[in-house]
């Protein structure tokens, strides 16, 4: 399983940045996906997720926000990011786990991850 994050640069605040993720392997009808920040000297925190039946959530912080969305025949998932604040600078990574019905919030709960990608807002 690997996972490839790309679309983070820089942005000015108010702006707005769409991440992409593309998923290799044949499970990814059947999975969940997710991002998750990390800012410098902070734990990685969940942003959003997307269950294997469309089913959405969203981090408070993200809500109104950002959208996830799923195209299952491009194996890919993707963050659409507006009203970008500073706070929102970090580095954004995808991850993924099977589709059980559980949780799609738990960090703990994702077992692949992409690099990251860097986004960063300028005040």
């Known amino acids: 399983v690997q996972l490839q994050a790309s679309g983070g640069g820089l942005v000015q605040a108010g702006g707005s940045l769409g991440l992409s993720c593309r998923a290799s392997?044949?499970?990814?009808?059947?999975?969940?996906m997710a991002w998750f920040r990390q800012a410098p000297g902070k734990e990685r925190e969940f942003v959003a997720a997307i269950a294997w039946n469309g089913r959405t959530a969203y981090a408070e912080s993200a809500k109104g926000r950002f959208t996830i969305s799923r195209d299952n025949a491009a194996t890919a998932v993707y963050l659409q990011m507006n009203s970008l604040k500073p706070v929102d600078t970090a580095v954004y990574y995808c991850?993924?786990?099977?589709?059980?019905?559980?949780?799609?919030?738990?960090?703990?709960?994702?077992?692949?991850w992409g690099q990251g990608t860097l986004v960063t807002v300028s005040s």
């Open positions: 392997g044949l499970t990814f009808n059947f999975s969940d």
């Open positions: 991850a993924r786990k099977p589709g059980t019905g559980d949780s799609i919030t738990e960090r703990r709960s994702y077992y692949a």
